[in-house]
């Protein structure tokens, strides 16, 4: 009977070491899920940084080719320009002066 007595005696106290245990060990458990979602969510972020970085690189990189195919194409207008004032040029001087083409209706009455 004493012994019974001092078993439910020490149940309190072993209710509460048993508890204690329990939440050190869920607590332990919350820690190690934390930490690993926390790794998980900085790999991701840094991912999502790493993509946008390549995006930026690759789109400047467009700019770039666009930039200079302007530039191409601008000196190529600029030249063309300059050939037709130069055979313009020729044009009249060949055929010895202006001729202007229009309306001529009103000239024959």
């Known amino acids: 009977m004493k ?27 919350l820690e190690k899920e934390n930490k690993y979602s926390t790794e998980l969510l900085k790999k991701d972020y840094q991912s999502t940084i790493d993509r946008q970085n390549d995006k930026i690189t690759a789109l400047k990189e467009e700019l770039e080719k666009v930039n200079n195919l302007n530039l191409a194409l601008q000196e190529k207008m600029d030249k063309a320009y300059i050939e037709i004032k130069e055979l ?4 009249v001087e060949a055929t010895g002066g202006v001729k202007i083409i229009g309306n001529n209706q009103g000239d024959n009455k």
């Open 3 to 29: 012994d019974l007595e001092k078993q439910v005696n020490e149940i309190p106290n072993l209710l509460a070491s048993e508890y204690e245990k329990g939440r050190k060990e869920a607590i332990a458990e």
């Open 88 to 91: 313009a040029t020729k044009t």
